[in-house]
């Protein structure tokens, strides 16, 4: 069964950083893709960025404009997500993905 936890979100000022984790079980890691992403309030899903299996390819949506930065250990079976230069409009809970399979998501909350 796939399951993935994911942690260290928290209360943060702008313009502060947060590191995120994800931490799987139940499936070959190494041998997926991964992704990101995050629900904002009263909001959709959205992408925020993806690995490829051997995370030597990355890709981010528009509105992370080189603030995040998406990697991976498959030897630990950890995503993460270093998310700097944080925005209130970053504000939402965040998920990482396989395959249309989430975790329960960490939330995140930025405000002055």
């Known amino acids: 069964e796939v399951q993935l936890v994911e942690s260290g979100g928290g209360l943060v000022q702008p313009g502060e950083s947060l590191r995120l984790s994800c931490a799987a079980s139940?499936?070959?890691?190494?041998?997926?893709?991964m992704t990101w992403v995050r629900q904002a309030p009263g909001k959709g899903l959205e992408r925020v960025a993806r690995?490829?299996?051997?995370?030597?390819?990355?890709s981010y949506e528009d509105f992370v404009n080189g603030r995040f930065t998406i990697s991976r250990d498959n030897a630990k079976k950890t995503l993460y997500l270093q998310m700097n230069s944080l925005k209130p409009e970053d504000t939402a809970v965040y998920y990482c993905?396989?395959?249309?399979?989430r975790g329960q998501g960490t939330q995140v909350f930025v405000s002055s």
């Open positions: 993905d396989v395959r249309g399979r």
């Open positions: 139940g499936f070959v890691f190494s041998e997926h893709p």
């Open positions: 690995i490829s299996s051997d995370g030597g390819t990355t």
